[in-house]
């Protein structure tokens, strides 16, 4: 069975900084997603990015990037220039390539201080 | 576009009586839908996968019976909690797929059963 490990349960970073938050995955696949959702208070999943196997180039979408490290189920994201409305709870997601099923990990609580 | 609602966003109900919370794609339609649950601070819990028109295919360890899940049109999912009890208090998320690797969420239904 495939899983995803958070192992920052939370981070915090000053507005206009840049923070990291890592995710591990264990899956013996070759063809799967990654993504990064952001759940703020209200709660409503917002997809951040999406990255799929298969392309060594990482994903960028505006403030958002991710550092895609295939051979070590590595999948960690990048959020530069931190703004207020980036608080919220991120968790990264699994996909294989031949289920849809959406496989979550923990999440990281991130805090955004002035 | 690719807006998904859910019916009613919070629902408070005895102990013992059946609750049926609806999840629709509005402008879209969901070959696929999911129902996820959501404990507090902690990840989203595929519950079960639907597809229109077929038979849910439930997780390990949820109780088909209890949770019951119609998909009769490609607009329309409903979760249904048979005889609920407190311990079925939690947030309920369901997200709607038209490709496999792109799902998109539903607000949540808040469930408290006294």
């Known amino acids: 069975a495939q899983t995803v490990t958070q192992s920052q349960p939370e981070m915090s970073v000053q507005e206009a900084e840049t923070v990291t938050l890592s995710c591990t995955y264990d899956t013996s696949e070759s063809d799967y997603y990654l993504f990064w959702y952001k759940q703020p208070p209200s709660r409503q999943m917002i997809l951040v990015i999406r990255?799929?196997?298969?392309?060594?180039q990482n994903a960028t979408e505006n403030r958002f990037s991710v550092n895609f490290q295939k051979a070590a189920k590595s999948f960690s994201l990048k959020i530069s220039d931190s703004q207020l409305g980036d608080a919220a709870m991120y968790f990264c997601?699994?996909?294989?390539?031949?289920?849809?099923?959406?496989?979550f990990g923990t999440g990281t609580r991130l805090q955004v201080t002035l | 576009g690719a807006v998904v609602s859910q019916h009613p966003s919070r629902v408070i109900c005895k102990s013992g009586t059946s609750v049926k919370i609806e999840c629709r794609s509005l402008d879209f339609q969901a070959t696929t839908m999911f129902w996820y649950r959501q404990f507090p601070k902690k990840s989203l819990m595929l519950m079960a996968t639907?597809?229109?028109?077929?038979?849910?295919?439930?997780e390990q360890g949820v109780e088909k019976d209890k949770f019951l899940i119609n998909h009769a049109s490609l607009t329309l999912s409903t979760l249904t909690v048979t005889s609920a009890h407190p311990e079925d208090s939690s947030f309920y998320i369901c997200s709607a797929s038209t490709r496999k690797e792109t799902q998109y969420f539903g607000p949540g239904t808040r469930l408290l059963v006294l």
């Open positions: 639907s597809n229109e028109g077929s038979k849910a295919t439930y």
């Open positions: 997601a699994y996909m294989t390539g031949t289920a849809s099923k959406l496989t």
């Open positions: 990255q799929e196997a298969y392309k060594q």
